[in-house]
């Protein structure tokens, strides 16, 4: 793991071993191992309870998108929890294709708490189950996370709990990160820095966003909300087949449409257990 206040992590990224289609994490000792074309590798039965609590298998697949199954081991019938530095997050198995924490984000939470100083006001826009909302809270912030889902906004109200942070100090957006950024500019509302992160894909009603077409226009609605004497982005996807020099390009323009300044452009990390694999583009900027 990569410290000792941290129990979830990337045991096995297969593009280190020429095997790019498999991948292991571990989150408190329960193994989950994702394969995208072939059946759970047999090789690895037999590993609980000598080298994992429990054993579940995932096939990486965004359109048939089903839950981990169960292999050996210790069955799991309720969340659990893991440890990444100085915060604790509920994990579930059974909840679907993700188990409520992205673990390639590792250094984007530990770089937001860093920046973060105490009484900054973050927005985290497709907060899923409000992992950075959590890290920025305990760094002090008030925090406003937006989420289409309730379910996932529950369950980052649960992570809040979990690191005796009271949810009623932050806010809860259900909705369309679009429609919200367009009501938050017309209520003057100004954040010290803004978190996007949004899936490549989605629909919500009859609106589609779509990384490559969208993201400019999203940069612009969150950099107009930055103080007026500036703040941050953190710009992220996770897009496998957009360049990065076009990713950035559309960055500035979304911050040239808002009519803002960029400072500084910095680029994000992936942590160095996925070796091999940079599909994680991400940006800070700096904006005044
Ligand atoms: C890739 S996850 C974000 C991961 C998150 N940033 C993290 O680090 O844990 C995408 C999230 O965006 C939400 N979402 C998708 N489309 C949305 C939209 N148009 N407005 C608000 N949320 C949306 C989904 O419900 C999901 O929780």
Avoid at 6 to 32: K, M, N
Avoid at 132 to 142: D, E, M, R, W
Avoid at 193 to 209: A, M, W
Wanted: with cysteine.
């Amino acid at each position: 793991m990569p410290n000792a206040r941290t129990t979830a992590g990337r045991v096995l990224h297969g593009s280190a071993l020429g095997r790019p289609d498999l991948r292991i994490d571990q989150y408190d000792g329960h193994w989950l191992v994702q394969t995208r074309d072939g059946d759970f590798p047999d090789e690895l039965r037999g590993i609980t309870p000598g080298l994992a609590r429990s054993l579940w298998w995932k096939r990486l697949d965004k359109t048939s998108k089903t839950a981990p199954q169960w292999i050996e081991g210790e069955g799991l019938e309720k969340k659990f929890l893991v440890a990444e530095n100085d915060a604790r997050y509920a994990i579930d198995f059974q909840a679907g294709y993700s188990q409520g924490l992205f673990l390639d984000q590792r250094l984007n939470r530990e770089k937001l708490s860093r920046r973060t100083q105490s009484g900054d006001r973050i927005l985290n826009c497709f907060s899923y189950t409000c992992s950075f909302s959590v890290v920025a809270a305990l760094a002090g912030a008030i925090t406003s996370s937006m989420d289409l889902s309730r379910r996932y906004l529950d369950w980052g109200k649960e992570n809040f709990l979990l690191n005796q942070l009271p949810p009623d100090d932050h806010f809860f957006c259900k909705g369309d990160v679009m429609d919200w950024l367009k009501r938050f500019a017309r209520q003057g509302r100004r954040f010290n820095g803004v978190i996007l992160d949004p899936p490549t894909f989605s629909r919500n009603g009859k609106k589609v966003f779509k990384v490559e077409k969208n993201y400019a226009e999203l940069v612009q609605l969150a950099a107009t909300l930055l103080n007026e004497d500036g703040g941050w982005l953190l710009c992220s996807t996770n897009h496998h087949s957009l360049q990065e020099w076009s990713f950035e390009t559309m960055l500035y323009e979304g911050i040239d449409m808002a009519g803002r300044n960029l400072v500084k452009s910095e680029a994000g990390e992936m942590p160095p257990e996925f070796v091999g694999d940079d599909y994680l583009k991400s940006f800070w900027l700096d904006v005044e």
